[in-house]
Structure formats: C-alpha cells, structure tokens
C-alpha cells in the first residue's frame, strides 16, 4: 500500500512537471517545437494552457468591470433618488438655482462645492460628494433646440476631463420644447431622470417656469 502512494505520488510529480514544461516550451516558435515529437506535443499542451489562462484573465477583468460600474451605478441611483425630490422655488437665473439646489444637497449630507475647474477652460457649477463617490453636476436652461445643441457640445468638452459616470446634468426645461435631442447625452453613457415641476410666480410679476430637471451620470 505504501509503495502505492508512493507512486501516486511520483506520477503527480511527473505531471506537474510536464505541465510546467508545457507551459515554458509553449513560448517557443512552433517551427522550432516541431523537431522533436515530444516537444511539440508540450508544446500544443501548453498553448491550451496559456488559452485558457488567457480566457479566464479577460473573464475576470470584465467581472472586475462590472463590479465598478454596478458602484458607480447604485451612487448615481441615490443621487437620482434625492434628486427626485428636489422642489425648485421660483428662479430668475441659473446662478439664483445653483444656490438652491447647493443647500438642497447639504441638507441631505452631501458635500458640495461650487463653479470647479476642471480643465484649462472648463468651468462646472457644483462639485458633489457622499465622502465616497465624487460626481461633478452642471445645470442648464432648455429653452430651444439650439440651446440643447449648445448643451450636448458642452457635455462632450466636460467628457474630455471627465468620466460619464462623474457627469451629471441638470436641465431646466422652461419653455414646450422636444427634448428628445436629450438623448444624444443619453447616448454616451449618462442616466437621465426627468422631474417635471411649475415654479411659482416670484413677486416683481415674472412669469412661472416649467422645470424639467434631467440628469446626466
């Protein structure tokens, strides 16, 4: 019984040896592998290997990227979320919302910083954080086709600098225009939520705007 352990064991040994050689001669050229029997036959051996290693290792690497994407994906979810309940009071400019929307979000725990540098000559309205995740958000007015087109420009400048998943703009809506031309910021990768919403008439009697906030990650 004992020299047949022994064996067993020599014939493990043997095994791991000859898959560690394949493993080596397999980085041969196979017109050099050919010459000899046994070392082609390694040598096909230890090209599976090296296949599968390399199958498993990209399988892997695309798990790991979904791993990130599902993280970036359940922030962008909570930012969404508190977004949602966002109620604009009246406004008469971007700047009057910025504020708004900056007390908004530090009264939900967030940290926010506003008009960053984020390239040579880019400039976003606010720097948000949860101590985790950053995300950078820019807010617009949507009054016209061209001031979405304008939009979808600055959105691909901001991507230079940027990650999608960091970008998230926010869309003010205040006049009946398609927004369908939205989706070309959907289109590189970016969450939209849509909250649809009328501001009250302020008191020097400016007319009430409709609100469409859509969002950017």
Do not use: C
């Amino acid at each position: 019984m004992e020299l047949l352990f022994t064996l067993v064991e020599w014939l493990i040994y043997l095994a791991v040896f000859f898959i560690i050689a394949a493993v080596i001669i397999a980085v041969l050229p196979e017109d050099l592998a050919r010459r000899n029997n046994l070392f082609y036959s390694l040598w096909k051996i230890g090209k599976n290997i090296h296949k599968n290693m390399e199958k498993q290792s990209k399988e892997w690497e695309k798990g790991a990227k979904l791993d990130i994407n599902f993280n970036f994906s359940s922030f962008s979810s909570s930012i969404v979320e508190v977004l949602k309940s966002f109620e604009p009071e009246t406004f008469s400019s971007e700047q009057e919302l910025e504020k708004q929307l900056t007390q908004f979000l530090k009264g939900q725990g967030f940290q926010v910083e506003r008009q960053i540098n984020i390239g040579p000559k880019e400039r976003i309205d606010l720097k948000v954080s949860d101590g985790f995740q950053t995300y950078y958000v820019e807010i617009k007015e949507i009054n016209s086709k061209s001031t979405i087109d304008r939009a979808v420009g600055q959105v691909e400048r901001y991507l230079q600098y940027i990650s999608p998943y960091q970008l998230v703009f926010l869309a003010l809506i205040t006049k009946n225009v398609d927004i369908k031309d939205l989706d070309l910021i959907k289109q590189k990768g970016v969450e939209v939520v849509e909250i649809k919403t009328v501001a009250k008439k302020s008191n020097n009697n400016r007319k009430s705007k409709t609100i469409n906030i859509s969002i950017k990650v």
